[in-house]
């Protein structure tokens, strides 16, 4: 018998008894997004991109996606954010240290009877990635930069938060979650019109 199961089985029951006892309300519907169409009507390039900058901002800044960009090394859970149960740490490379690796309960796909969620790559951003309390004006200019953005393109962007698998988990996080707004390909087509209008951030 696999030794890991035990410890995995207790450990999902310790979240999903957590989670009974501080449970997030969520509503049944995510918001929507607009499409970059419906900004034709800002006659200034700029001043176009960067509202289309804040439709994305929506995704950004939902708890979907800030949970796993942490201003610490603790990572958040749920729509109230709070500080993950049981406590763990992002450890060397993001997944945590190596008593306690993310693997041991997010395992390839959602888990909804213990409300645990999953991908087979669920991990941290890296801390260079970390946006947790930032504006939006910050955190646009934070995902131009190379140096803090995964060392992306803008190019690349576009493809990230557009087709990227764990980044579509916001909007599939399973039972109990709130979905990021909209739809990944929405959001993939705002961040494609944003970056073709020269990736103008908001002020």
């Known amino acids: 018998m696999n030794r890991e199961m035990p410890l995995k089985v207790l450990v999902a029951l310790v979240a999903l008894f ?3 006892l501080a449970t997030d309300a ?9 499409s ?3 900004f034709a009507s800002i006659a200034d390039t700029a001043k176009r991109s960067a ?4 439709e994305l901002g929506k995704v950004l800044t939902h708890p979907r996606c800030v949970n796993c960009h942490p201003a610490g090394d603790r990572p958040r859970q749920g729509d109230m ?3 993950h149960q049981p406590p763990v740490e992002r450890g060397a490379d993001g997944h945590g240290l190596r008593t306690m690796r993310c693997s041991i309960c997010h395992q390839p796909a959602n888990f909804d009877p213990a409300g645990v969620p999953g991908h087979p790559e669920w991990h941290l951003a890296p801390r260079e990635m970390a946006w947790e309390g930032k504006t939006l004006a910050e955190i646009c200019a934070q995902i131009k930069d190379p140096a803090r953005n995964g060392g992306r393109s803008l190019e690349e962007l576009v493809h990230h938060i557009g087709t990227d698998t764990l980044v579509g988990w916001a909007w599939a996080p399973g039972f109990g979650r709130q979905p990021a707004p909209g739809t990944q390909k929405q959001a993939g ?8 209008t020269g990736a103008e951030c908001p002020n």
């Open 51 to 54: 509202a289309m900058f804040v």
């Open 189 to 196: 087509a705002l961040v494609e019109a944003w970056v073709k």
């Open 18 to 20: 957590i989670g009974t």
């Open 26 to 34: 969520v509503s049944d519907q995510s918001d929507s997004l607009a």
């Open 36 to 38: 970059p169409e419906s």
């Open 81 to 83: 954010a709070r500080l």
